[in-house]
């Protein structure tokens, strides 16, 4: 069945699917607009996509089908140990946010969602992130949908810490 889904969505028939045919395919099913709650298809499509090629792969689908089960959010420790292990080419158990958005943004425009991203895990501002750091991160992004400013962006969990002390 996440075959023939995969087939359905990959509308060029290029074996990979574009950002453009995830929101057609998202946006064409019932009730599926974007309401207010949950991650942005941007966000959503940045996560899936973990080797940043611009495409999600029929590979990288399939694993996100197995984490998701039926249903559910994207599992934000397996995004978090593919995009790290992909961007710490170095291997020092850190990475810088050049390497996070060189390592992953292959081929696309735009780069404000992983920007974003890496902003939020650094929470010292010392300019690197840990795998533990993403995975706080991505986890505040996918799971505090009762934050999320309806224009397709999330509060960080920097503004939440102040919207909630001030």
Do not use: C, W
């Amino acid at each position: 069945m996440a075959q023939q889904m995969f087939k359905k969505a990959d509308v060029d028939g290029s074996g990979g699917i574009s950002k453009d045919e995830m929101k057609a395919m998202v946006e064409g099913r019932p009730g599926a607009t974007q309401s207010g709650h949950g991650p942005s298809i941007d966000d959503l499509f940045t996560m899936i996509d973990t080797d940043g090629d611009g495409a999600i792969s029929e590979s990288e689908n399939e694993a996100q089908m197995q984490a998701m089960g039926k249903a559910g959010p994207p599992d934000p420790s397996r995004m978090a140990k593919m995009m790290f292990e992909k961007a710490d080419t170095n291997g020092s158990g850190q990475i810088t946010k050049s390497q996070l958005l060189d390592s992953l943004q292959s081929g696309r425009q735009d780069s404000t969602a992983l920007a974003s991203l890496f902003d939020d895990a650094d929470d010292d501002g010392d300019g690197v992130i840990s795998q533990t750091d993403l995975q706080s991160s991505l986890t505040a992004l996918l799971k505090d949908t009762s934050k999320y400013l309806g224009d397709g962006s999330f509060m960080s969990r920097k503004e939440v810490r102040l919207s909630t002390n001030g």
